[in-house]
């Protein structure tokens, strides 16, 4: 088991314990099943760690866009076309992206 210290860091990860054999056949069929889902686990918990980062940080939000949208409001200049507006409800309404 000496040579266990050689690989050193994997992904970011160290070990904590060198590794040790596992003499009974029972516990290896077992532990070959930890070592499986495990995985499984890790990249669940990752996803989950994204979703909950993205789901903490605020909307993008075009600041430029929105202030100029500010300024024509109060300017009385934004003018609402009603027809284009309506065509887009009802594509929305029918599965359409047009």
Do not use: F, H, W
């Not at 070990?15 to 077992?30: E, N, Q």
């Not at 202030?67 to 027809?83: E, F, H, K, P």
Request: proline fraction near 5%; charged fraction near 15%; aromatic fraction near 2%.
């Amino acid at each position: 088991m000496s040579s266990d210290g050689k690989i050193g860091q994997v992904g970011g990860v160290s070990r904590t314990a060198p590794v040790r054999k596992i003499a009974d056949s029972t516990l290896a069929a077992g532990a070959t099943q930890l070592r499986t889902a495990a995985p499984d686990a890790l990249a669940g918990a990752s996803l989950i760690r994204i979703a909950s980062d993205l789901a903490s940080m605020p909307p993008p939000v075009d600041s430029a866009r929105v202030a100029s949208l500010r300024t024509a409001i109060n300017q009385g200049s934004y003018r609402v076309d009603a027809a284009t507006i309506a065509l887009a409800m009802l594509n929305y309404a029918q599965g359409r992206t047009e």
